[in-house]
């Protein structure tokens, strides 16, 4: 599923997703209940239809929000998930989110959506108010508003903002209720739901219809949209020939080398998956005001796939070299003075330009941007202690430091090693192992050192497509190495007798 990039095209697609609820869904559903369900009981059926407002409005508004609820593991893993079940903090019982939006990593809330029946009104006042959102905010201190079930359902938000709240000590950022053609936000759940909370009508915004939604789409997006709701800071995705369209040359401070990178777990007939790493050169950008760009080449659709053959990575390492190399030339025509590539090391030694392009971004389900800096692959052409012995699981056995699980004969998704036991690439090393899978943590943070992975997630910066590469022949280990906590064992002063072994 392609993202939608920004506000117009948002618009563009709610446009679609009405025209074709208007044009075909509407009618055709019409047709089929004057078929079926002709007779007294209609207007009961009528009434009770939210599962078509679900299916055919709210399910594609949130899609094209980039809330995702793929079938498939490999379109990427959902964070929009339908009908979930949680314990009710009020009741005590298993109750149902409409939708519930997660955070990937975590499992964190991010979004709770409720949903209503296509002819349920907007809330009114018993007694006169301005505007929507002051009669919500009379709701949820308790004022009786003129249907009662507009206050059972408030108090039924709030259960379940406190309810998500009690099962992961965290409060959803958004919260919405929608019958498919008015829509109300919350943008601080914390402020509307909770007890010693105090509802500000201006942080409640009210679309009263889908002309409304369509007018106001660049607010919806804003306050909605997935990444913008998770508090990520999106990557500005260009092609070479928009960058004079979106950025002044003059403009640019600094260029690095990086790639996008694909893991695929490729099922076999006999055996385990084999795992299959794909990667395309990508440049990143940044402007003297801090925002990056992602220069990628996509009229170009050559993929490059590490090879399974050892004798064929030099010349993978070549071609990649090359169409990183060529798309800075292309980049660099677009830029008045030509700029060089950054070192990752000096990349990371600026917290402030760390901050917003970590060293390894998740962009997918198992699709990542790694940042090279001046180097086109995040491998090595060679390791720098190519005959170092804890490339070889056997030799660390005889000195006391195998890794667990045993050695890694082949090439193996689980856990994720993409070379195995003997090959230059690979470390078979216990300490190294056990260092690269421990936790960042709030404790440890300053020990880290600067990290891409969150808190809780593992130290070794490359961990969630590779395990067990050896640190020498990886691009960041020269940035790793700095981590006050992270030591090697070929740092130690006895590393050339080692060697002999």
Not at 82 to 109: Q, W
Not at 258 to 264: D, F, M
Request: hydrophobic share 35%.
């Amino acid at each position: 599923m392609s993202r939608i990039r920004n506000a117009d095209e948002f618009r563009l697609k709610f446009r679609e997703i009405r025209g074709k609820y208007e044009r075909i869904f509407g009618p055709r559903i019409a047709e089929i209940r004057r078929k079926y369900a002709s007779g007294p009981e209609r207007d009961l059926i009528d009434r009770n239809l939210e599962m078509h407002a679900r299916v055919y409005i709210v399910n594609a508004l949130l899609a094209a929000l980039n809330w995702r609820m793929d079938s498939f593991p490999e379109d990427g893993l959902p964070n929009l998930i339908p009908e979930a079940p949680v314990r009710s903090a009020d009741r005590k019982s298993i109750r149902f989110f409409d939708y519930l939006g997660l955070e990937n990593e975590t499992d964190a809330p991010l979004l709770i959506v409720e949903t209503k029946r296509p002819d349920t009104p907007l809330p009114q006042a018993q007694t006169p108010a301005a505007t929507y959102s002051e009669v919500l905010a009379r709701g949820l201190r308790g004022k009786p508003l003129k249907k009662k079930e507009w206050n059972d359902w408030l108090e039924d938000l709030g259960d379940y903002v406190r309810s998500a709240y009690e099962g992961t000590q965290r409060i959803p950022r958004r919260v919405v209720i929608t019958n498919g053609d008015w829509l109300i936000l919350f943008l601080d759940p914390s402020d509307a739901f909770l007890e010693d909370g105090d509802p500000d009508p201006n942080r409640i915004l009210v679309f009263t219809s889908r002309d409304d939604i369509e007018r106001r789409c660049t607010e919806i997006f804003r306050h909605l949209e997935h990444q913008n709701v998770l508090g990520e800071t999106p990557l500005h995705e260009l092609e070479p020939a928009q960058i004079p369209f979106y950025l002044n040359p003059e403009e640019i401070d600094q260029v690095m080398h990086g790639l996008h990178l694909l893991y695929i777990e490729q099922p076999k007939i006999y055996g385990d998956k084999d795992p299959v790493i794909k990667v395309v050169p990508i440049i990143f950008l940044r402007s003297r005001y801090g925002a990056w760009f992602r220069v990628e080449n996509r009229l170009n659709e050559n993929e490059y796939e590490l090879p399974h053959d050892s004798n064929a990575l030099a010349k993978h390492f070549k071609e990649v070299e090359q169409a990183a190399k060529g798309l800075l030339d292309e980049v660099n025509r677009y830029l008045k003075n030509p700029r060089q590539p950054t070192f990752l090391s000096e990349h990371y030694e600026d917290e402030g330009n760390f901050e917003t392009l970590p060293g390894v971004i998740e962009i997918g389900h198992d699709e990542f941007l790694v940042v090279t800096g001046n180097r086109t692959h995040y491998l090595l052409p060679e390791p720098m202690i190519p005959k170092c012995p804890f490339h070889d699981w056997m030799k660390c056995k005889q000195q006391g430091v195998p890794s667990d699980p045993g050695p890694i004969l082949s090439r193996s998704t689980s856990p994720r090693s993409f070379f195995v036991s003997g090959e230059i690439y690979h470390c078979a090393h216990r300490d190294v192992s056990s260092a690269k899978a421990s936790r960042i943590t709030t404790a440890n943070r300053e020990q880290c050192g600067l990290r891409s992975g969150q808190e809780g997630q593992a130290f070794c910066e490359i961990w969630r497509f590779e395990q067990y590469l050896c640190c020498r022949a990886c691009v960041f280990g020269e940035v790793c190495i700095k981590a006050p906590a992270f030591r090697l064992p070929c740092d130690k002063d006895n590393w050339f007798e080692k060697e002999k072994l």
